[in-house]
């Protein structure tokens, strides 16, 4: 059985006296079991609800009859599921684990109405808090709602601030850290440096101001931990694997057209343009007009066929973008007789209990589906493919961790594919832990690094 680590057993003693609260251990340090010890001291079988990403989901109800074990654990599926089990089921001692996407169909649809229903809940978890950044949303203007009501609040974030201290106005208002009142624009007032943006009506934020006393309100409601600070892990090795830029690209690059076959690609913007060198730099690109894919490069997969020659014994994870390199990469799969192939992305989600033990796996996670949260593949791997990066600062850091975690007993190898110069100054934004956007590739372009 596990147990408590010591840093854990300290969060819970620091947060023991506050009934809503922040719990952000960073990422790989035991968020999700620290948080339902939490719960357990606390609840006295109030009823739970857990909203989670969908492929969480399943951790979530594994860890939780581990530690809740006297509870009954439900995985809502439905709303029509959703009310069975209501209907059906004592409300003591009770934990609902539910998607954060369903929970959005409860708040489109009569959320009055369906809010009747959640107000029972007693005790609620909010996983992966800064996704409730959005202060116009449904799910965050709903789950504020839920949090006034309930005796008892958990925030779970590795990373509550990743676009910086703004992130941080709906997490304090579900923890009812301001007075009655308080809105956006008072937080905007007090902790932000704002200008306008021409031809909008709206502010946006360009620096902070007043940051020690916004920590000090959130301090007594919050606990903070990095890794350096609570554990040792094995280290860590970065490969960078980088080969010439295809023709194409170049000519693409530089005209913003180019003809494959019987296809004509052109750029109608700065998205479309990014869009198209990304995936040139992949070695393939997608005709929108009549849906055709065209392969123009083998250098990742070259690169990637070496490697699992070269680690025939060792399972290997592989983070990817589009969904054609998915295809590109399986197709490799398939020429090299490897059969047992875990999926994690938007179309199928494969448990990790899919790992076959004493041979060779290839995980392939798609960024968006699951490079948040996903717990156990440091138990299974410690080598990590970038086929290609990610947009995203904070989609990056956590799939660093998907290894790298507490568990993992070797060191942590790091293979990055790079095939453009786009490529490259993607990765040197995102090891900063900032997004690669739209206005960073506009004034690269304008300053010529491109």
């Not at 949090?147 to 974030?157: D, F, G, P, Q, R």
């Not at 010439?244 to 057209?257: D, G, H, M, N, T």
């Not at 110069?421 to 372009?445: C, G, H, R, S, V």
Request: charged share 25%; proline share 3%.
């Amino acid at each position: 059985m596990k147990t408590l680590f010591a840093f854990q057993r300290n969060a819970l003693n620091y947060l023991k006296s506050k009934n809503k609260v922040l719990l952000a251990l960073d990422m790989g340090l035991g968020k999700t079991f620290t948080g339902l010890n939490w719960v357990k001291e606390k609840n006295d079988d109030l009823p739970v609800l857990i909203l989670c990403q969908k492929n969480k989901i399943n951790d979530w109800a594994s860890e939780t009859k581990n530690v809740l074990a006297d509870h009954k654990v439900f995985k809502v599926t439905s709303q029509k599921h959703f009310l069975t089990l209501l209907k059906e089921n004592e409300q003591v001692g009770v934990v609902y684990i539910m998607s954060y996407s369903m929970f959005s169909l409860f708040t489109k649809k009569n959320p009055r109405w369906w809010m009747t229903y959640f107000k029972r809940f007693c005790t609620l978890i909010f996983d992966e808090s800064q996704g409730l950044r959005n202060r116009t949303s449904l799910i965050s203007k709903y789950t504020y709602k839920l949090s006034i009501w309930a005796k008892y609040v958990l925030l779970l974030s590795g990373d509550p601030t990743p676009n910086g201290y703004k992130d941080l106005f709906v997490q304090m208002k579900v923890l009812n850290i301001f007075i009655d009142g308080y809105n956006w624009y008072d937080f905007l007032n007090e902790f932000c440096v704002t200008q306008p943006i021409p031809g909008f009506s709206v502010l946006n934020v360009v620096g902070y101001k007043n940051i020690d006393h916004l920590t000090a309100m959130l301090k007594p409601y919050s606990y903070f931990l990095k890794t350096k600070d609570a554990i040792d892990l094995p280290e860590t090795w970065w490969v960078n694997e980088t080969g010439a830029v295809s023709p194409l690209y170049q000519k693409f690059r530089q005209e913003k057209i180019i003809k494959v076959e019987a296809s004509e690609i052109v750029s109608n913007g700065t998205l479309s343009e990014l869009t198209i060198l990304r995936q040139l730099s992949s070695g393939f690109v997608h005709n929108i007009e009549n849906n055709e894919y065209h392969e123009i490069s083998t250098f990742k997969i070259d690169l990637l066929r070496s490697l699992l020659e070269n680690n025939t014994k060792e399972n290997i994870v592989v983070f990817y973008n589009f969904t054609y390199e998915r295809k590109m990469i399986v197709d490799l799969l398939s020429e090299l007789n490897i059969n047992h192939i875990v999926r994690i992305d938007g179309e199928q989600n494969d448990s990790l209990d899919k790992i076959i033990p004493d041979a060779q796996n290839i995980i392939l996670v798609q960024y968006q589906t699951g490079a948040r949260g996903i717990d156990g593949l440091q138990k299974h791997s410690h080598r990590m493919i970038y086929y290609s990066p990610p947009l995203s600062g904070e989609l990056f850091k956590q799939s660093i961790k998907r290894i790298h975690r507490i568990g993992q007993e070797n060191k942590c190898i790091y293979h990055t594919f790079v095939n453009s110069k786009l490529e490259q100054l993607i990765y040197k934004t995102l090891k900063t832990y900032q997004d690669f956007t739209n206005e960073i590739f506009a004034k690269l372009k304008e300053d010529g690094e491109l």
